[in-house]
């Protein structure tokens, strides 16, 4: 069965630094990868995606994610946060069998950004 | 992309009654799902929903107390049957096509007193 790990559960970065969240998978195929936030009270909203190809993903609102099969992981990056970036962040991997495409989540990263 | 609707957006319900929850997209989908997010915790899949069909649960989840329809490629309901507070989550309903990432509605949030 596929599982994600997310092992830091809360990170706390000033403002303008750099991030890194960490997210590791099992999964015995190649993975479909993805990274999702969640802000308070919303919905989750995709960041970014991996299904194939170039292993350095780029997604919305600055954030990038690299895939290294090797280390069975795919970290979410950004060089600089704002503020508006604090919010609970999940990573996912998609079971591609064919007709039985569900998605499994990390426990997800709660990010807290200070002045 | 997809656009989903899901009603409604938040509800304080008395225990052993049940509530419906709608997911409406503003496109044909091919698959629909429901997920519950416990406070402070990650999604866990409910079930995926067929359409015209019984839908397929996940381990730990069972229809009668998940109720789920989907009479098109549009629409889905979940009903949370007989409900006690340890069913307080939020409810959040997802849509795909095959091999692509999935898109989430705002959820429902649930409280059971």
């Known amino acids: 069965a596929q599982s994600v790990t997310q092992p830091d559960i809360h990170i706390t970065v000033s403002e303008g630094a750099s991030l890194e969240l960490r997210c590791n998978y099992s999964?015995?195929?190649?993975?479909?990868l993805f990274w999702y936030v969640q802000s308070p009270g919303q919905g989750l909203q995709l960041l970014l995606k991996?299904?194939?190809?170039?292993?350095l993903v780029q997604g919305i609102k600055g954030f990038e994610a690299e895939f290294k099969r090797s280390q069975s992981s795919f970290n979410l990056r950004k060089p600089s946060v704002h503020w508006s970036d604090a919010a609970e962040y999940f990573c996912?991997?998609?079971?591609?069998?064919?007709?039985?495409?569900?998605?499994?989540f990390g426990t997800g990263t709660r990010l807290t950004i200070i002045p | 992309s997809a656009v989903i609707s899901q009603k409604p957006s938040r509800d304080i319900c008395q225990r052993g009654t049940s509530l419906t929850i709608q997911c409406q997209v503003d496109?044909?989908?091919?698959?629909m799902f429901w997920y519950r997010q416990q406070p402070g915790q990650s999604l866990t899949l409910i079930a995926t929903?067929?359409?015209?069909?019984?839908?397929?649960?996940e381990s730990g989840f069972v229809i009668d107390k998940f109720p789920i329809s989907r009479p098109n490629l549009t629409f889905s309901t979940l009903t949370v049957s007989n409900m006690s507070p340890e069913d307080s989550s939020i409810y959040l309903c997802?849509?795909?096509?095959?091999?692509?990432?999935?898109?989430f509605g705002q959820g429902t949030r649930l409280t059971v007193v």
């Open positions: 991996y299904f194939s190809g170039d292993t």
């Open positions: 997802s849509v795909k096509h095959i091999n692509t990432e999935a898109f």
């Open positions: 496109s044909q989908v091919t698959m």
């Open positions: 929903a067929n359409q015209g069909s019984e839908a397929t649960y």
């Open positions: 999964y015995g195929a190649t993975p479909y």
């Open positions: 996912a991997v998609g079971e591609t069998n064919f007709g039985n495409e569900k998605l499994t």
